[in-house]
């Protein structure tokens, strides 16, 4: 699996569900969304401004593959009702390639924290995406992989970046809307 | 990652925090459970007796490495004061060696349906564990990886035997409870 073939297979309107569990508290969270993942062009103005104002190192070393947009709105399961429990973004990823199977992600709007952050990847063997971010108070590692060509799942660990603490966990089951 | 160094880790008693998804029916089901592992002795008369009732091929090239029973005690999140949601079980895992990375595990009972079942399994090349069982209505995919020392996540998928049709997914937290 490289970047390119990840981000063709990943485009396209999803249906998330998704778990969250606290593990101090045991509490659990659920979550429906719905995820848009669309490709966009290398030369897009946002592209462009996103990368100049990311202070990676050697960014002349990475070769700049496949960015995207990715659009989100959840709607949690209590009190759908209420608007504030009703939340929705965007946010541009531009991958930076250094071999076929690694490289960087800078995301315009992290995950953890609301900040732009810049991501380490890595495919697994079996083409399992991995992911590692660093933000100020914790570090998240994702993994996502595809069950089947409609269906991909998406793991999440947090955890406090001073020790080993795992604060909470996620999993996301995503199928694929066909013709929507 | 070795079966040997997997089974030690995953000797203990485990929390477990798990979530399921109904892909369907976009229906959440959570659960609460207490797990316990322990290695068994591979002259152990339970062992011996299911490597006996195993229908496996070439029996002979694999080596008998780590067998361990696992006990579960589930409390699921809805009407906890209701007896039958209560759900307890054990059951004996013989793990069969083929090389390093890769073998089978014979178990007394099955996880999708509870009838004696044979897995495949491999490692990830980042020490996940990966277990595929066929049953006689679908297959179930597993895979199980260490965030710490302390703390695993599971996660499973169980496709139709006939097609690719994804039936349902879940993901389980799992702590490890020190001292109890």
Redesign the interface.
């Known amino acids: 699996m490289t970047i390119e073939q990840f981000v063709a297979q990943s485009s396209g309107k999803w ?1 998330s ?1 998704r ?1 969250g ?1 606290s ?1 101090a508290f ?1 509490q ?1 969270e ?1 979550v ?1 969304s719905e995820v848009t993942i669309e490709q966009i062009d290398k030369e897009n103005t946002a592209v462009k401004q996103l990368l100049e104002s990311s202070i990676i190192a050697n960014q002349d070393d990475h070769l700049v593959t496949s960015p995207f947009r990715m659009e989100w709105c959840a709607e949690s ?1 209590w009190e759908p009702e209420d608007p504030s429990e009703v939340s929705s973004g965007s946010c541009i990823i531009v991958p930076l390639t250094k071999d076929n199977c690694s490289g960087k992600l800078i995301r315009s709007v992290g995950y953890a924290e609301s900040e732009a952050a810049i991501s380490e990847y890595h495919f ?3 083409g ?1 995406f ?1 992911l590692t971010t660093q933000y100020e108070q914790s570090i998240a ?1 994702e993994r996502i992989w595809f ?3 409609n ?1 991909r ?1 998406r ?1 999440s ?1 947090l ?1 406090t970046s001073a020790g ?1 603490g ?1 604060l909470q ?1 996620s ?1 996301a ?1 995503e ?1 694929r809307r066909i013709n929507a």
Chains 1, 2 share one sequence.
């Open positions: 249906r569900m778990s569990h593990l045991q659990f659920e429906l399961d697994l063997d079996d399992t991995t590692e069950v089947s060509e269906v799942c793991s660990v955890r080993s795992i966990t999993f089951s199928v």
